[in-house]
């Protein structure tokens, strides 16, 4: 059972590039979150999906778009990557309402 | 908007000591509130949550709404709680908030 996968696990972009993190769960859940994680911030909401076909911002959107392609898969794109988005991300999922959330392994995003 | 604050970057203890870790939340009727914990090289989990009143690893934590405040304790630290801890809410359209984490050191 591999609970929430994420790709890539590392990567470093230039300025201006655009990359898509992407995101599967293989627990049937309904909700799934992207979050980056920066040194004294701790976890900042980027997206949220409560359900298939359905995406609302979080507490820091703007210069990302997300697709919920399907129950399982909720992917996260950078159209125009900044040095400000370095950042560690996380993509997690949890059964609608729990808040218990499973979270995937990470992503560390370095922009130059 | 509704928020979780954690006062302290880094809590340094020495093993057998009591921990205390602080949560405060903007006020709201009925919080649902969580602890969720990060070992080093591990992924992010959950530790334990207030309605489930429970007991994790020695941990607790009790919902104070008169200082809306959800602190996490341990009476007697040990080296494997080191690690960094998370304090979360359920926000707007249920999405989980959380705080700015508070790295917990145990020293022997």
């Known amino acids: 059972n591999a609970g929430v996968t994420q790709t890539p696990k590392f990567q470093v972009l230039k300025t201006g590039q655009s990359m898509t993190l992407q995101c599967a769960q293989d627990?049937?859940?309904?909700?799934m979150y992207w979050y980056r994680q920066d040194p004294g911030m701790g976890l900042r909401l980027i997206y949220y999906?409560?359900?298939?076909?359905?995406?609302d911002k979080g507490e820091v959107p703007n210069g990302y778009n997300v697709s919920r392609l399907n129950k399982r898969e909720f992917s996260l794109r950078l159209e125009s990557a900044a040095p400000s988005q370095t950042s560690v991300y996380f993509c997690?999922?949890?059964?609608?309402?729990?808040?218990?959330?499973?979270f995937g392994s990470g992503t560390q995003l370095s922009v130059l | 908007a509704q928020r979780v604050t954690q006062p302290e970057k880094l809590l340094s203890v020495f093993k057998g000591a009591p921990v205390e870790l602080k949560c405060n939340y903007s006020?709201?009727?009925?919080?649902?509130l969580f602890w969720y914990v990060q070992y080093s090289r591990q992924r992010l989990q959950l530790l334990l949550r207030?309605?489930s009143r429970e007991s994790i690893k020695g941990f607790t934590a009790d919902l104070n709404k008169g200082e809306t405040s959800f602190h996490l304790k341990k009476p007697f630290a040990q080296e494997e709680d080191s690690a960094m801890y998370y304090c979360?809410?359920?926000?707007?359209?249920?999405?989980?908030?959380f705080g700015a984490g508070t790295r917990l050191a145990v020293h022997p």
């Open positions: 997690a999922s949890e059964v609608q309402g729990a808040g218990k959330l499973f």
């Open positions: 627990m049937n859940h309904n909700s």
């Open positions: 999906s409560a359900s298939e076909g359905t995406t």
């Open positions: 006020y709201s009727g009925s919080p649902e």
């Open positions: 207030h309605i």
């Open positions: 979360a809410r359920k926000g707007g359209y249920n999405k989980l908030i």
